[in-house]
């Protein structure tokens, strides 16, 4: 995996090659693998954004990555106001009230980018994806 990555961060526009982690792209307690195309290399910072649900990462290394902000932007373009900061603060709630990490992350994905709600109501909608 760190001759495929280079050792760097594989997050577009990161050039990090120091403090990097090994990501596993389906999580360990989710069931996920040691395989290869389960495993990425993220900097410490861009990895830290992906379990606090401000990053979501899509695809397999062998099949291609998609990199999006929290909103569902392409990560790079500039993310609509405040949706991130919501969003990452909905993925909170959710995991700590036990829903699990993936499972949260892909009933905020099946949101459209709602920066005017408040976060109780984007909550409120997540959890009846959820259910």
């Known amino acids: 995996?760190?001759?495929?990555?280079g050792g760097r961060?594989?997050?577009?526009?990161?050039?990090?090659?120091?403090?990097v982690d090994v990501h596993h792209l389906r999580l360990r307690s989710e069931g996920?693998?040691?395989e290869l195309d389960n495993l990425l290399t993220?900097?410490?910072?861009?990895?830290?954004a992906l379990h606090?649900?401000?990053l979501r990462i899509e695809g397999?290394?062998?099949?291609?990555?998609?990199?999006r902000h929290a909103d569902g932007t392409l990560y790079?373009?500039?993310?609509?106001?405040?949706s991130v900061d919501l969003r990452a603060k909905a993925h909170r709630a959710l995991t700590q009230l036990g829903y699990r990490e993936s499972e949260t992350k892909q009933a905020l994905a099946r949101l459209s980018a709602t920066a005017d709600l408040p976060l109780?109501?984007?909550i409120l909608l997540a959890l009846r994806e959820l259910s």
């Open 52 to 54: 606090r649900g401000r």
């Open 9 to 19: 961060c594989q997050v577009p526009g990161c050039r990090h090659a120091t403090f």
């Open 1 to 5: 995996m760190q001759r495929r990555d």
């Open 60 to 67: 397999t290394p062998s099949q291609g990555l998609t990199f």
């Open 120 to 122: 109780k109501d984007l």
């Open 42 to 48: 993220l900097c410490a910072a861009h990895h830290r």
């Open 32 to 34: 996920g693998t040691e």
């Open 76 to 82: 790079g373009a500039p993310p609509a106001a405040g």
